[in-house]
T-cell receptor, first 113, second 113 residues
């Protein structure tokens, strides 16, 4: 079955460490997105990529970095510069161009030790 | 700017009750509108969508009509079940550009037997 796989489901980070969240899709979608979800809030866009080797900042990109070396993969690195990284992170993908809905992975919950 | 405002939660209903979750939006241009549902510990699933004014999206007994005159996209269901307990997100997406989603803050729905 096609879908989006995020790993790990739970992740713990020590202060001052970088950590990378994995997102892989086998839907052959061109566009991929990373969102952050905090309790009682909607999702906020961190980064997005519409094509391989290209990506753009979203609304809250500070303290995060991404790469898009392959169509199916869009890893997110939470750097030590992100002062409040504890959150639920969701990856999504969509077919481009066209008015297609985004498909979401099951998320990674990141916590600070 | 573009924004989505949802009815404040949490919402608690008894089984078989009628459900309405309000959603209004502000957008430059002509957005597509979506309702996503999130079950505990999971990612978001597309529930329904509407791409132009007066369109009605429907799925699993849920309905929402795109009302351009009131900039609204309220979610309704005639008879809710315990299994409908989840967090519901209203979202908009502009057709042009990167097709980023803008989410409301989410409404937590609990259905009691």
């Amino acid at each position: 079955d096609g879908g989006i796989t995020q790993s790990p489901k739970y992740l713990f980070r020590k202060e001052g460490q970088n950590v990378t969240l994995s997102c892989e899709q086998n839907l052959n979608h061109d566009a991929m997105y990373w969102y952050r979800q905090d309790p009682g809030q909607g999702l906020r866009l961190i980064y997005y990529s519409q094509i391989v080797n290209d990506f753009q900042k979203g609304d809250i990109a500070e303290g995060y970095s991404v790469s898009r070396e392959k169509k199916e993969s869009f890893p997110l690195t939470v750097t030590s510069a992100q002062k409040n990284p504890t959150a639920f992170y969701l990856c999504a993908s969509a077919r481009q161009p066209g008015n297609q809905p985004q498909h979401f992975g099951d998320g990674t919950r990141l916590s600070i030790l | 700017g573009n924004s989505v405002t949802q009815m404040e939660g949490p919402v608690t209903l008894s089984e078989e009750a009628f459900l309405t979750i309000n959603c209004t939006y502000t957008a430059t241009g002509y957005p597509s509108l979506f309702w996503y549902v999130q079950y505990p510990g999971e990612g978001l699933q597309l529930l329904l969508k509407a791409t132009k004014a007066d369109d009605k999206g429907s799925n699993k007994g849920f309905e929402a009509t795109y009302r351009k005159e009131t900039t609204s996209f309220h979610l309704e269901k005639g008879s809710v079940q315990v299994s409908d307990s989840a967090v519901y997100f209203c979202a908009l997406r502009l057709i042009q550009g990167a097709q980023k989603l803008v989410f409301g803050q989410g409404t937590r729905l609990t259905i009691n037997p």
